[in-house]
């Protein structure tokens, strides 16, 4: 009797091994975002505590009276020491209270409900059209290395990259809503495919910070891809063009390109502050971080860099998953 492994141990112990790699890898993520996401309540909760004086008399001026301070300080969560207050954010954080507006009255939440959506719309769009230019631009500024298509995408890009979103989108109005009319100057209506019309046009100004930077990450990893043995073998086994580019170049080469769009999607986030106000769009950006900071709303405030930022933990730990898939070798980090 043959002491090596029977064909179904060998068969069925490298596919153990793979899985339980991939647990521990997706333990390790998991592990990471969860840290990121208390760093994140941390974050959140020291805010207030920044603000030089005593917020609760900066934010009633001259109104400021015992009974006054005494219930806004009930509100904003300022009583007791910073453990107390610290562990009350926590249990209401767990239980899903962001808090309550001191302009409206209103719960945080039901203004979340609200203005998400659309915000949301907005980035999912402005990622998918970023995508859809930054791989085709990439790969062939990748395969026309050293050509005067090389030469004009850096040019293209350095330009894209140095024009500050504003004046981008005002630019873009002026073209594609007020000559040509392809688009509402301004304004947003729920609901899908009509919002699209709404949102194209303040995707493509996202946009034209980002596609820069994912196609010349994409470029310079197709480069280094190139340079690998594998790709040489299948040039050699004449491989048809489309599974080469796929397979070979591309699928490997995309991995920290997925990698940096999860971890730039804060200054995605940021930058719908700005696009929101120069189209007018009811987001989250226009709704609430910029009123709030301006009505000195604290809980708007505090609760919308919390969803920010945990939304930023969860792409970065999606984009993570994403790239260990397409490129095995990220699957060691």
Do not use: C
Request: charged share 10%.
């Amino acid at each position: 009797m043959s002491s090596g492994a029977s064909p179904e141990t060998a068969r069925t112990t490298p596919s153990s091994a793979g899985v339980k790699r991939l647990l521990a890898r997706t333990l390790r993520h998991l592990s990471r975002a969860a840290l990121g996401a208390l760093g994140v309540l941390l974050v959140t909760f020291t805010l207030i505590h920044l603000i030089p004086g005593d917020p609760v008399e900066i934010l009633l001026g001259d109104a400021a009276t015992e009974e006054l301070v005494a219930k806004y300080r009930q509100i904003l969560g300022l009583e007791g020491s910073l453990p107390q207050q610290f562990a009350r954010y926590l249990a209401s954080v767990a239980q899903g209270d962001l808090g309550t507006s001191i302009q409206t009255g209103q719960s945080v939440n039901s203004v979340v409900a609200r203005t998400l959506p659309m915000t949301a719309w907005l980035i999912g769009v402005t990622v998918l059209m970023a995508l859809l230019m930054a791989l085709p631009l990439g790969v062939a500024a990748a395969l026309l290395r050293g050509t005067w298509f090389d030469h004009a995408f850096r040019v293209a890009t350095s330009v894209s990259l140095a024009t500050p979103s504003f004046y981008f989108g005002l630019l873009l109005i002026l073209l594609f809503a007020v000559r040509l009319g392809w688009a509402p100057v301004a304004g947003y209506q729920p609901g899908f495919p009509g919002n699209l019309q709404y949102l194209w046009l303040p995707a493509l100004t996202m946009s034209g910070a980002l596609v820069p930077i994912l196609a010349r990450v994409l470029q310079s990893s197709i480069a280094e891809t190139m340079e690998q043995e594998f790709v040489e073998t299948a040039i050699v086994r004449g491989l048809p063009a489309p599974v080469l580019v796929w397979r070979y170049l591309l699928r490997p080469s995309l991995a920290p390109t997925i990698s940096l769009l999860g971890y730039i999607l804060g200054q995605l986030l940021s930058a719908t502050v700005v696009v929101e106000i120069v189209f007018n769009l009811p987001g989250m950006g226009t709704a609430l971080v910029v009123e709030g900071v301006l009505l000195r709303d604290y809980p708007v405030v505090q609760g919308i860099i919390l969803i920010f930022a945990l939304i930023v933990v969860a792409v970065s730990f999606l984009s993570d998953t994403v790239s260990g898939w397409l490129d095995p070798r990220t699957r060691l980090s």
